[in-house]
């Protein structure tokens, strides 16, 4: 009997041990059409029967698949790739680890048909988010950019106008195309039939530098042959323009590609207000009010890249690109009728007139090398010249007579060179990675006009910095540490030099399988801009002065962000919340000297910002419908040595989209996410947008409008200062009620295959030369 009772324990032990352990799912993906060769990177799903998302991965080098921590349950399994028939295959009563051998992909005879999956597939790991875009969401895109809004991700925002990603909470985004970092324009190059996935970094590490978030993505690209693409948004009543072409062609382990975009824009409907109050030493204050008239302004941003990429799959990864960026703006003409507004009747033409140009291209090198036991070394090196041209006319007349006449210019170029070296070491629980970034850049700029200068600045960055990631149970967690040295010297001024220790740390913990908590936060030195540091002065107008400030010193953000979401099903709600400060920061002074307003920078006290916001959303629900719906608060706090400001903005953004059969329609709207800084407030946009789109095969044709419910469009921006206090309001008429067309062409050819990643990307963009704009 005793033996029977025993027998029976250990069955019931038995059982209990084979409920309570966790299922691995494994198998080798083959491709039918190439005598059965390994298939890389094919999309792994993992479904319930009712179709709701559980897990996924994507194949390896040699076509293997592993599936982790699988509950026992019904399940099907999905495998996919553009150009393939969908393999699905039923588990029903998993019960225990299984490998599914060998599973073949056949090519389908019609492209882009055959897939099950609707919904976008999120896999939340330890640093990041993997995002499989669904076929739904693939076949409503025409390129990287519009993929992304479609995504509808939690705290990223894209700008379907000017094609530009950012954060929630104003931080910076970085873009990244198999690991290398790539500017907006590369990605709204990027045709989504080669996009495998998406890797969303929440909480980048230290060598993304002041990265709030990266996006990176996980592309094909072809063995032989390659790819066109041409995507266009053009207005038939407006010079309203956004073009881009690109190509790809492959040849055995090399790739060569070549992209270009322009966006001009020409308005003849746009306009300012102004209203400006003088307060002087003797208690006197005087009331000025610009009544603007249609003025006209014009710009072009356009630029190009040829890149060529030699690799040898698993080992190394060369890669070479010489890029050019420019902008372009002739006209920024505003004219006013400028008056006291105690004396109305006495009125001033005003004139208000600028000319500015950027020139920037860039060469940038670039290899990796995977070495053994889980080690990698990535070097980089970027040359870049700067060449700016800024020319700025302010006249005042009253009754023909000549008031005033000022007019100032710059011409500056500034040469800059940046090295970076990573070294990557993985271990069983994790990864330690450390690297060092030097910048040296030198920069002459020349000031003429009714204030003649000259400036010469040297600069230089060193950047230090070791981190380790790891897992404890159920705690992912990131600890990091860097050094940074600051050094300027401009000629005639004193300069600095400054060090500065950054920690960093991360901590994720997942509670259940659908919600998790992550705390981060860090420390990274700010150096003042070179326009900031600049030894000269410039007029703005017959009372105003803009001055530069060489004793200015680089000063530390100290920064934490919580955020918590939970996602079941097709719904997640996410909320997130971050506190910033900003000790000694470098704001805006004003004060009067001789009768003059001057303008002007220094470290102030601090800056204190905290934003919180919740984000719900949910799709494709009925197979058609899905939506993002967001809201937030900014509250800002702002220190000087002889002012304190608060400032609250109340923000919300809301994006539906709806896709039947080849037909795609979406709505976004959102209102002014406003910033503050020092004493000046600088309004976000007020915009929404409609489009509707037809899309088969290579080809998609749309139509679409601008702000459709308002007959104006604004921009904002307040100073709040004791001495100067302006409102100034300026307004493009043609950006209200704007229709547009689009036309995107896709042409693909050649087998396709992952490319490597590289891993570092620096570029620089600040030009260094003052703004005198009112």
């Given at each position: 009997?005793?033996?029977?009772?025993?027998?029976?324990?250990?069955?019931?032990l038995s059982v209990g041990f084979v409920f309570a352990q966790k299922i691995k799912i494994t198998?080798?993906?083959?491709?039918?059409?190439?005598?059965?060769?390994?298939?890389?990177?094919?999309?792994?799903?993992?479904?319930?029967?009712?179709?709701?998302?559980?897990?996924?991965?994507?194949?390896?080098?040699?076509?293997?698949?592993?599936?982790?921590?699988?509950?026992?349950?019904?399940?099907?399994?999905?495998?996919?790739?553009?150009?393939?028939?969908?393999?699905?295959?039923?588990?029903?009563?998993?019960?225990?680890?299984?490998?599914?051998?060998?599973?073949?992909?056949?090519?389908?005879?019609?492209?882009?048909?055959?897939?099950?999956?609707?919904?976008?597939?999120?896999?939340?790991?330890?640093?990041?988010?993997?995002?499989?875009?669904?076929?739904?969401?693939?076949?409503?895109?025409?390129?990287?950019?519009?993929?992304?809004?479609?995504?509808?991700?939690?705290?990223?925002?894209?700008?379907?106008?000017?094609?530009?990603?950012?954060?929630?909470?104003?931080?910076?985004?970085?873009?990244?195309?198999?690991?290398?970092?790539?500017?907006?324009?590369?990605?709204?190059?990027?045709?989504?039939?080669?996009?495998?996935?998406?890797?969303?970094?929440?909480?980048?590490?230290?060598?993304?530098?002041?990265?709030?978030?990266?996006?990176?993505?996980?592309?094909?690209?072809?063995?032989?042959?390659?790819?066109?693409?041409?995507?266009?948004?053009?207005?038939?009543h407006i010079v309203f323009h956004n073009d881009a072409v690109s190509a790809r062609l492959n040849?055995?382990?090399?790739?060569?590609?070549?992209?270009?975009?322009?966006?001009?824009?020409?308005?003849?409907?746009?306009?300012?207000?102004?209203?400006?109050?003088?307060?002087?030493?003797?208690?006197?204050?005087?009331?000025?009010?610009?009544?603007?008239?249609?003025?006209?302004?014009?710009?072009?941003?356009?630029?190009?890249?040829?890149?060529?990429?030699?690799?040898?799959?698993?080992?190394?990864?060369?890669?070479?690109?010489?890029?050019?960026?420019?902008?372009?703006?002739?006209?920024?003409?505003?004219?006013?009728?400028?008056?006291?507004?105690?004396?109305?009747?006495?009125?001033?033409?005003?004139?208000?007139?600028?000319?500015?140009?950027?020139?920037?291209?860039?060469?940038?090198?670039?290899?990796?090398?995977?070495?053994?036991?889980?080690?990698?070394?990535?070097?980089?090196?970027?040359?870049?010249?700067?060449?700016?041209?800024?020319?700025?006319?302010?006249?005042?007349?009253?009754?023909?007579?000549?008031?005033?006449?000022?007019?100032?210019?710059?011409?500056?170029?500034?040469?800059?060179?940046?090295?970076?070296?990573?070294?990557?070491?993985?271990?069983?629980?994790?990864?330690?990675?450390?690297?060092?970034?030097?910048?040296?850049?030198?920069?002459?700029?020349?000031?003429?006009?009714?204030?003649?200068?000259?400036?010469?600045?040297?600069?230089?960055?060193?950047?230090?910095?070791?981190?380790?990631?790891?897992?404890?149970?159920?705690?992912?967690?990131?600890?990091?540490?860097?050094?940074?040295?600051?050094?300027?010297?401009?000629?005639?001024?004193?300069?600095?030099?400054?060090?500065?220790?950054?920690?960093?740390?991360?901590?994720?913990?997942?509670?259940?399988?659908?919600?998790?908590?992550?705390?981060?936060?860090?420390?990274?030195?700010?150096?003042?801009?070179?326009?900031?540091?600049?030894?000269?002065?410039?007029?703005?107008?017959?009372?105003?002065?803009?001055?530069?400030?060489?004793?200015?010193?680089?000063?530390?953000?100290?920064?934490?962000?919580?955020?918590?979401?939970?996602?079941?099903?097709?719904?997640?709600?996410?909320?997130?919340?971050?506190?910033?400060?900003?000790?000694?920061?470098?704001?805006?002074?004003?004060?009067?000297?001789?009768?003059?307003?001057?303008?002007?920078?220094?470290?102030?006290?601090?800056?204190?910002?905290?934003?919180?916001?919740?984000?719900?959303?949910?799709?494709?629900?009925?197979?058609?419908?899905?939506?993002?719906?967001?809201?937030?608060?900014?509250?800002?706090?702002?220190?000087?040595?002889?002012?304190?400001?608060?400032?609250?903005?109340?923000?919300?953004?809301?994006?539906?989209?709806?896709?039947?059969?080849?037909?795609?329609?979406?709505?976004?709207?959102?209102?002014?996410?406003?910033?503050?800084?020092?004493?000046?407030?600088?309004?976000?946009?007020?915009?929404?947008?409609?489009?509707?789109?037809?899309?088969?095969?290579?080809?998609?044709?749309?139509?679409?409008?601008?702000?459709?419910?308002?007959?104006?469009?604004?921009?904002?921006?307040?100073?709040?200062?004791?001495?100067?206090?302006?409102?100034?309001?300026?307004?493009?008429?043609?950006?209200?009620?704007?229709?547009?067309?689009?036309?995107?062409?896709?042409?693909?050819?050649?087998?396709?295959?992952?490319?490597?990643?590289?891993?570092?990307?620096?570029?620089?963009?600040?030009?260094?030369?003052?703004?005198?704009?009112?």
């Amino acid at each position: 009997m005793k033996r029977i009772g025993l027998l029976i324990v250990c069955l019931i032990l038995s059982v209990g041990f084979v409920f309570a352990q966790k299922i691995k799912i494994t198998g080798k993906v083959l491709d039918g059409s190439m005598d059965k060769a390994p298939f890389e990177f094919a999309n792994v799903v993992l479904q319930t029967s009712d179709s709701v998302f559980v897990t996924g991965a994507s194949t390896d080098a040699k076509g293997s698949f592993k599936l982790d921590n699988v509950q026992q349950g019904d399940y099907r399994l999905i495998i996919s790739a553009i150009g393939y028939t969908d393999l699905v295959t039923d588990l029903a009563g998993l019960s225990k680890s299984v490998d599914l051998g060998e599973l073949t992909l056949d090519e389908a005879t019609q492209q882009l048909r055959e897939v099950t999956v609707t919904a976008a597939n999120i896999v939340n790991q330890a640093d990041r988010k993997i995002v499989f875009p669904s076929q739904k969401q693939l076949e409503a895109s025409t390129n990287g950019i519009n993929l992304l809004q479609a995504l509808m991700l939690p705290r990223i925002q894209v700008n379907p106008l000017s094609k530009s990603v950012d954060m929630a909470g104003g931080g910076t985004v970085q873009l990244c195309m198999n690991g290398v970092k790539v500017s907006a324009e590369d990605i709204n190059a990027l045709q989504p039939a080669d996009i495998l996935r998406i890797e969303y970094l929440e909480d980048p590490g230290l060598r993304y530098g002041n990265a709030e978030a990266v996006l990176n993505y996980i592309t094909r690209r072809h063995e032989t042959g390659g790819s066109v693409s041409l995507d266009m948004m053009n207005s038939p009543h407006i010079v309203f323009h956004n073009d881009a072409v690109s190509a790809r062609l492959n040849h055995k382990k090399s790739e060569f590609s070549v992209s270009y975009r322009t966006s001009p824009r020409d308005f003849y409907d746009c306009w300012r207000s102004n209203e400006e109050t003088f307060h002087f030493k003797d208690g006197t204050s005087l009331n000025r009010y610009e009544k603007g008239k249609p003025g006209h302004l014009q710009e072009l941003n356009h630029g190009g890249s040829f890149t060529y990429n030699y690799q040898e799959p698993e080992k190394y990864q060369l890669n070479a690109k010489l890029g050019y960026w420019g902008y372009m703006q002739p006209h920024t003409d505003y004219r006013s009728d400028l008056y006291n507004v105690e004396y109305p009747d006495h009125v001033t033409d005003m004139q208000d007139y600028s000319d500015q140009s950027t020139h920037r291209p860039y060469l940038d090198l670039y290899y990796q090398h995977q070495l053994k036991n889980k080690q990698f070394l990535a070097l980089n090196l970027v040359g870049t010249y700067i060449y700016t041209d800024s020319k700025r006319s302010y006249q005042e007349r009253q009754d023909g007579d000549l008031l005033t006449d000022i007019f100032s210019g710059v011409r500056g170029n500034k040469y800059s060179v940046i090295g970076e070296g990573i070294y990557e070491k993985g271990f069983e629980k994790g990864r330690l990675s450390a690297g060092l970034k030097h910048t040296q850049a030198f920069s002459d700029n020349t000031y003429a006009g009714n204030l003649e200068y000259k400036t010469n600045m040297k600069q230089a960055d060193t950047y230090l910095y070791s981190e380790f990631q790891g897992k404890w149970n159920r705690l992912n967690y990131t600890v990091g540490i860097g050094v940074s040295r600051s050094w300027l010297k401009q000629e005639g001024e004193e300069g600095y030099q400054t060090y500065t220790f950054r920690p960093r740390f991360s901590l994720r913990y997942a509670f259940t399988d659908h919600f998790y908590a992550r705390l981060n936060g860090d420390l990274v030195n700010n150096p003042p801009a070179l326009s900031e540091l600049s030894a000269v002065e410039q007029m703005i107008d017959s009372m105003q002065i803009q001055r530069g400030n060489p004793a200015l010193n680089p000063y530390n953000r100290f920064q934490t962000n919580l955020y918590m979401e939970y996602r079941k099903g097709k719904v997640s709600v996410g909320l997130s919340t971050t506190c910033q400060t900003n000790p000694k920061a470098i704001m805006e002074s004003t004060f009067i000297e001789d009768g003059m307003f001057v303008h002007t920078y220094e470290n102030q006290d601090g800056f204190r910002f905290f934003n919180s916001e919740l984000n719900v959303r949910a799709g494709m629900l009925w197979d058609i419908l899905q939506f993002s719906l967001s809201g937030g608060v900014n509250r800002f706090r702002s220190d000087g040595k002889d002012y304190n400001h608060t400032y609250t903005n109340w923000y919300y953004r809301a994006e539906v989209m709806a896709q039947y059969k080849y037909l795609t329609a979406s709505f976004s709207i959102y209102n002014r996410r406003n910033r503050f800084w020092g004493e000046s407030m600088s309004s976000g946009e007020n915009l929404h947008m409609l489009s509707v789109m037809y899309k088969h095969k290579q080809i998609a044709v749309g139509v679409g409008m601008v702000n459709p419910f308002t007959d104006n469009y604004k921009r904002v921006n307040e100073t709040w200062n004791k001495y100067v206090s302006s409102l100034k309001e300026t307004y493009v008429n043609e950006s209200s009620r704007a229709f547009f067309l689009t036309f995107a062409w896709n042409l693909q050819f050649g087998r396709k295959y992952q490319s490597g990643g590289k891993k570092i990307w620096n570029q620089d963009t600040d030009a260094g030369v003052m703004n005198t704009a009112k």
